[in-house]
Every structure is written in structure tokens, then in C-alpha cells.
């Protein structure tokens, strides 16, 4: 017997049971979004010369809220142009955290920011989505933070009393 149904308490799946998914993994449209970070890992690369860390997001944008955005950064590689880019990602995205000194991928969990998304075609030729740049929340765009209130200008005795600090036409304050 297989593993499935002893993942599953002695059970199965009855497709009838469990309501479709929505079977659409449309790619979100090129521009900046606003994820919060999830997970960050280290693992070895697909050719096992290096290492990579794996970051899964969640967007919390209105139109695309609960979609999941993955990427890749090179942390150790025999190339050293691609370490080099790598290296240039994580720090961009440690900065776009607000974290000033990043020697921990966990502390990148819970981290809300703004990445900036592009239309590419992945390894099937399908539409999808890659992860092209990182910046902190309220750079620009849905996810800016409410302004903070103005303070308000401290009024003189006159403007508390109604009357005008600016003098008439004939030179001349209201009072004179």
C-alpha cells in the first residue's frame, strides 16, 4: 500500500468532497507589489555547486492578496559574476527590510516590503512572474504607509481673536 493514505488518517480524496481550485495561475502584472516574507532558507543549487537562499512571499497588495511570489538569490557559486549579483540582491533586499546587518535568513521573516515584478517566460515558455528589484514599504505606490498628520501652524493672539495680521489695501491694519 502507498503513503497517501496513511498521510491521510487510513483515507483518501473524494474529488467530489473538496471544492475545485481556481486552476488559474495567471502571472500578476509587471510593477511593484507588497509582499510580507514567509519563508527564507538555505539550500544547495540544482547543480550542487553552490547554495542558494529560497524566499517565498505573500502578497498583501488589495487586487492580488494571498499570492505567493518565489525567488532565488545566489549565496555561493563557482561563478563570481553571479556570486557578485547574488550578493547585490540579498543586500538590496536586507535594505528594503530595514535590516542593517543581515547574517541570519530568519530575520527576514514577517519583513513586509515592495518588489517589483516582471512578466518573463519560464522553462516551459509559459507566462510568469520574476522578481527584479526590492524596496521598503511607502517608496511609492498601493502600499505607502498613511501620511503622518501636519502639526498645526501655532496662531497668533490676533488670528485666535479673528482679526487679520495682514494690513488693508490703504496700508492699514483692520484695528488702526
Known sequence: MGELGSLLDGGGVNPDDIEPGSGTFEPMPAGWVGVEIEKAFIKGNSKKTGKIMKVEASVFDENYTGRKVFCSINI?????QCEEIGLRELADLARACGI?????????????????????????GEPDNEVKGYRACGSDGTTKPKAKPKSAKKKTEGELAGESQVPSASGKRPWE
Open 76 to 80: 555561493s557559486n563557482p561563478s563570481t
Open 100 to 124: 542593517p546587518f543581515l547574517d541570519d535568513e530568519d530575520k527576514l521573516i514577517g519583513k513586509r516590503l515592495e518588489i517589483k515584478l516582471a512578466v518573463c517566460k519560464n522553462q516551459n
